[in-house]
């Protein structure tokens, strides 16, 4: 997402095109996209770094928004029929024949998750998607959309400081058998060290606009990277593997996926997986981090609304 949009201005097309081929290259295998990420010049950026690549790689795109034709979100839209043209237009700008994951971006309460879940089976049985994701859905809506076509991943934000799929999500996926793939498992980047109450953000950053990240915020939420910091001192590493590692050691079905736009820190976040961490240092994270409350929301109150349905 950060190499189109949301985190700055774009990167450099070709560019970008260098750093996720360096990540196949260092064994990397599932890229997360979606149309709304551009909007569709993601989509394109993704299916012509993986093309030389595909059958060594899966790649994840999501539906479920509207696109206006000035590009900008309009809103949701799960209808059957949006969800068949944003599956044939992404296959296009993805340059493949399936697509490997199909999530829904966000619950949307005007379709009834059921034709949403039928849907995406008819496109599993036309062969052009394999497997069907939802992304930041709640558990009645996980298991009703599970009954009709099994539900292969859900995405939802989880990271040291957003721990909420904990209390209910994770345990009906541990059930269902449904693996997790956690979004900013970095915390946007500020779970690495690398901000602090006075980073200035471009205007082009949704940070900007968000309330965990206001300067008074991310003063009080420094208590979280110096946690990580102590334990990265200890286990010579960064704040952000440990992080990581951290969401690595909680369950074998969780697969986190941090962004980045620099093959730099692909080198570090791969690094995570090296990265033991005993049963007293988990311990002692989650006893540290239990007496943290972690200051500001999410996101903004209208877009709350989209998440956790």
Request: glycine share 8%.
């Amino acid at each position: 997402m950060s190499m189109s949009f949301a985190y700055g201005p774009p990167g450099d097309h070709q560019e970008m095109i260098g750093v996720i081929r360096a990540a196949v290259e260092r064994g990397v295998t599932f890229f997360d996209t979606a149309e709304i990420y551009g909007p569709f010049t993601n989509e394109e950026l993704v299916g012509e770094a993986l093309a030389p690549f595909r059958r060594q790689v899966v790649i994840a795109t999501k539906f479920g928004f509207k696109i206006d034709a000035a590009g900008r979100q309009a809103g949701l839209d799960s209808r059957p029929d949006h969800i068949k043209k944003v599956a044939e237009a992404s296959l296009k700008r993805l340059k493949v024949d399936a697509i490997d994951l199909f999530y829904q971006h966000r619950v949307d309460l005007d379709v009834p998750i059921e034709d949403v879940a039928g849907a995406v089976g008819s496109l599993v049985k036309e062969g052009k998607v394999k497997h069907f994701g939802l992304s930041e859905a709640g558990v009645q809506t996980i298991r009703r959309a599970h009954s009709v076509h099994p539900v292969t991943a859900v995405q939802s934000e989880y990271s040291l400081w957003t721990r909420g799929p904990e209390r209910e999500v994770l345990p009906v996926l541990e059930e269902l058998g449904i693996g997790f793939v956690p979004y900013s498992p970095l915390g946007r980047g500020f779970l690495t060290g690398k901000i602090d109450e006075n980073t200035a953000f471009d205007n082009s950053d949704f940070r900007k606009n968000l309330p965990r990240f206001t300067p008074e915020s991310r003063r009080a939420n420094q208590v979280l990277v110096d946690l990580l910091g102590n334990l990265a001192v200890r286990k010579k590493a960064t704040p952000a593997q440990i992080a990581l590692a951290w969401l690595l050691a909680q369950k074998p079905w969780i697969v986190p996926i941090p962004g980045t736009t620099k093959r730099t820190r692909i080198e570090e976040n791969i690094g995570a997986d090296e990265i033991e961490l005993t049963s007293d240092d988990l311990l002692e994270i989650d006893r540290v981090a239990s007496k943290i409350s972690v200051q500001g929301a999410r996101y903004p109150e209208h877009l709350e609304r989209m998440t956790g349905i």
